[in-house]
């Protein structure tokens, strides 16, 4: 399988000369499998060039793909209508993602992506969308077994686990570490069992944390020790804050890869777009980042 990050920032897009490294756009990841269509993980404003970049590949040929969507959060969704492939007849996207609060996940995105919110609605885009809603269960995307379960969060949020060619990626962007930095939900170690690669959460820092322990999210060093408990190979680190720089994010990582926790993995490092992963028995190889 190969992983390619498109978006990986946390909250809100960012962009300075000390973004440039790591990536400013929000949560948008694919996993590839063979030649079929990439698998896209949320849609934040990181489908935007993705969505480009399938064009080029493309760009008349009337393709589906299908996007996994974790929760509603504008930080995973702000990209749905600025995706090129949608805004042409003929393609077709498939979203699964988590009804909330009674809602189904349609009547929620329709709530929001209108006027005044946004000029226009999802069912004026010229290409169609499609809403599932999902739980906990297992799904079938082309070749690939995904496995989904509810993570804790704010709100109704969904994890998941992707299984083809041999290999498995784990993708848990948004998840409420306990103040005890200590105790893992039952669903989080089911889905991260002996996974290869995992893609976590690690948007605050200890001292942030602390000052926001209920806002949803984990430290770079509890993404570490989910990994280890569950018996992880390779972690990346995923949703990092607007307010990390560059050089923030690399002293993350280099704190995080000498924890004790660490030695249980083969590996720690920290997701920027334009990375490519080959994800393989072996383990994870490192490709391209963007200059």
Request: one cysteine or more; proline letters at 8%.
């Amino acid at each position: 399988m190969r992983v390619r990050f498109f978006g990986v920032r946390g909250s809100c897009p960012c962009s300075s000369d000390d973004h440039r490294r790591y990536g400013g756009n929000t949560a948008c990841t694919t996993v590839e499998v063979g030649e079929e269509p990439p698998i896209i993980l949320d849609l934040g404003t990181g489908l935007r060039p993705l969505g480009v970049e399938l064009e080029q590949r493309q760009p008349l040929a009337p393709v589906a793909w299908t996007a996994l969507l974790s929760h509603l959060h504008w930080d995973h969704l702000i990209g749905l209508p600025f995706f090129p492939p949608v805004l042409r007849p003929g393609a077709h996207l498939d979203v699964y993602g988590p009804s909330q609060d009674g809602a189904s996940i349609q009547e929620v995105v329709d709530s929001v992506v209108k006027p005044p919110f946004f000029p226009v609605q999802v069912d004026e885009l010229r290409g169609s969308i499609r809403f599932h809603d999902v739980g906990e269960g297992d799904l079938a995307v082309g070749s690939a077994k995904v496995q989904v379960r509810e993570v804790p969060h704010l709100g109704t949020t969904l994890g998941f686990r992707i299984e083809a060619e041999g290999v498995s990626v784990v993708y848990l962007p948004d998840h409420q570490a306990p103040v005890d930095m200590d105790a893992v939900a039952a669903s989080v170690l089911e889905l991260c069992d002996g996974v290869d690669l995992l893609i976590h959460d690690a948007q605050y820092t200890d001292d942030e944390f602390a000052a926001r322990p209920d806002w949803g999210h984990s430290t770079p060093g509890y993404a570490v020790h989910v990994a280890a408990e569950a018996g992880a190979k390779t972690l990346a680190l995923f949703h990092h804050d607007p307010m990390h720089l560059d050089d923030d994010i690399d002293r993350i990582v280099d704190r995080c890869s000498r924890l004790p926790d660490a030695a249980r993995l083969q590996r720690v490092l920290g997701a920027a777009e334009g990375t490519v992963l080959q994800v393989t028995p072996e383990g994870v190889e490192v490709g391209p980042v963007r200059p």
